[in-house]
């Protein structure tokens, strides 16, 4: 009898149904200024755990297996820099444990994961550069030259390039990932913050805080065929963007305006705007319920919509600052 309870025991410890955190899917949510890192049940739109990551956590991405979350870490805005501020946190996404450290170059700010797992690319917002980090043993591989202020980093659902957008020269620099190389720069709307591609891999959709519009990109050619504004609120700030599982429809999160734009692809226009909290920021779908989370960064909290019905139906303390969010389905 002891062996058996010992086998059940050991069999749940490995099974992902036995996570700390229960069930899931589970919303991360890297809140800037405190720090941390909050773990949401999407089951009950509940906080399950606050993580103590660093002084300062911005961008965060959950692995392709769903085992570990990557937050970026970095120094306090105005604050002084101190040993070990610039890095990204590798969170296991069953328990919130940091397991470990990667040096990542100096200020990074948003990262993507490759599909397979094995590389990453992270922004160096003060130094102009994409970081490139072997994952299989946390050595960086290379650091490439981007724009003026890297910002947001996306990769395609191929895995085969990586779109980084540079906020001061309003510019997207296309890297090939077997280089890894740089072998474009596309210029978009002004101050370029985040990027999502389609499903199918055709579109790539870039939203520009400052231009008010969302830069739409023929992928295959790495070339602008054309925008969507959002300017018909003068308080609409564009950052965070999700594409619905069909392609057909875009969430964009507008900083300022304290909404989300939701976008019908076809016609390339603004169908709806949802209030949410206030300055959201980063945005993230969970494709077996269809809930959006966002993350509000001045009131501090998550919004949860439910995109079916285009409402917000609850909201979310967390924690102080809500900047990123990632999905852990």
Known sequence: MTIRIAVILLACMLASSCSRYGSGPWVFVSNEKSGTVSVIDTNTDKVVDRIQVSRRVRGIRISPDGKYAYVASSTPFQGKEETGDSRVDVIDTSNGNILRK??????????????????????????????????????????????????????????????????????????????????????????PRDAAFSPDGTRAYVSSELGQNVTVIDFAAHKVIGTISLANRPENRPVGVAVSPGGSKLWVATGRGNSIAVVDVASAKVVNYIPVGERNWGVGLVHKSGKLYTANGLSGDVSVIDTASGKEVTRIKTGEGPWGIAVKE
Do not use: F, H
Request: a negative charge; aromatic letters at 4%.
């Open 102 to 191: 990667i040096d990542v170059g100096n200020d990074p700010e948003q990262l993507a994961i490759s599909p397979d797992g094995t590389r990453m690319y992270v922004s160096n917002e003060d130094d102009g550069l994409c970081t490139v980090v072997d994952l299989t043993n946390d050595k960086q591989i290379a650091q490439l030259i981007t724009g003026i202020e890297p910002e947001g980093v996306s990769i395609s659902p191929d895995g085969k390039w990586v779109y980084v957008t540079a906020e001061t020269s309003s510019t997207v620099t296309v890297i090939d990932t077997s280089g890894p190389t740089v072998v474009d720069t596309l210029l978009v709307g002004q101050r």
